[in-house]
């Protein structure tokens, strides 16, 4: 089993609609859960962080966390073209002194105009 | 305030070869992250220095990989002789505090490595 598991896509989704993403993890004891975008042939620029079980929104992002189920998800409402891109999950455990993040594979994302 | 650069952009060299990657981390930043994603899979931590000392190398493939961040400024990774299997694209990431919640991580365009 993957620790961080992502359906690849592509999925597509008309403008306007909301594009939803979703990711799960193996590990019960990840605390920080991240999303990504990445552009072809650009860096992943963080868009959501998220810590606590619930829904927390930034603009036309929503980032929701159920840690019981060990499921996150994100949200694009109003999708745009520029949304268009492949989204990256990632996690994080909680140690002091491990800081790194385990990704899923990434759920490629377009924007039918 | 200038983000993360990564050079070269691209490489491309013979199975057996040497090749260097550098990463320029964010000013100010301690902490200094290298990932790599090998094509068709998820990205993959490789290490962690906090200035010049590695905190956490678990991720490194083998003796074949050398990372060093003299001054703890920035970062090399060398790939020494480099195999087919290490094609792939390899990210730097730094971040300004670590064992917090708030400590973001900021990546760079990455190197792409193809060896042939």
């Known amino acids: 089993q993957k620790e961080v598991e992502q359906n690849s896509g592509p999925l597509s989704v008309p403008e306007g609609a909301i594009a939803s993403l979703n990711c799960t993890y193996s590990?019960?004891?990840?605390?920080?859960f991240f999303w990504y975008r990445q552009y072809s042939g650009k860096s992943p620029e963080l868009i959501m962080s998220?810590?606590?079980?619930g829904d927390k929104e930034d603009g036309r992002f929503t980032a929701q966390l159920n840690k019981a189920s060990q499921y996150v998800s994100l949200l694009i409402r109003d999708s745009q073209p520029s949304d268009s891109a492949t989204y990256l999950c990632?996690?994080?455990?909680?140690?002091?002194?491990?800081?790194?993040?385990?990704f899923g594979t990434g759920t490629r994302l377009t924007i039918i105009p | 305030e200038a983000g993360v650069t990564q050079f070269p952009s691209h490489s491309v060299i013979e199975k057996g070869q040497t090749v260097t990657l550098r990463c320029d981390p964010i000013?100010?930043?301690?902490?200094l992250y290298w990932y790599r994603r090998v094509m068709g899979k998820e990205i993959k931590f490789l290490l962690h220095?906090?200035?010049?000392?590695?905190?956490?190398e678990s991720g490194m493939p083998n003796n074949r990989f050398l990372a060093e961040r003299t001054g703890g400024t920035y970062s090399t990774l060398k790939v020494q002789p480099a195999e087919l299997e290490d094609s792939g694209v390899y990210f730097c990431?730094?971040?300004?505090?670590?064992?917090?919640?708030?400590?973001?991580?900021?990546f760079g365009p990455g190197t792409r490595l193809t060896v042939l």
């Open positions: 990431a730094s971040s300004r505090l670590a064992g917090g919640h708030t400590d973001t991580q900021y």
């Open positions: 590990d019960r004891g990840s605390q920080s």
């Open positions: 998220i810590y606590s079980n």
């Open positions: 990632a996690v994080k455990l909680p140690h002091f002194g491990n800081e790194k993040l385990t």
């Open positions: 000013s100010g930043h301690d902490n």
């Open positions: 220095f906090v200035k010049e000392s590695k905190q956490d």
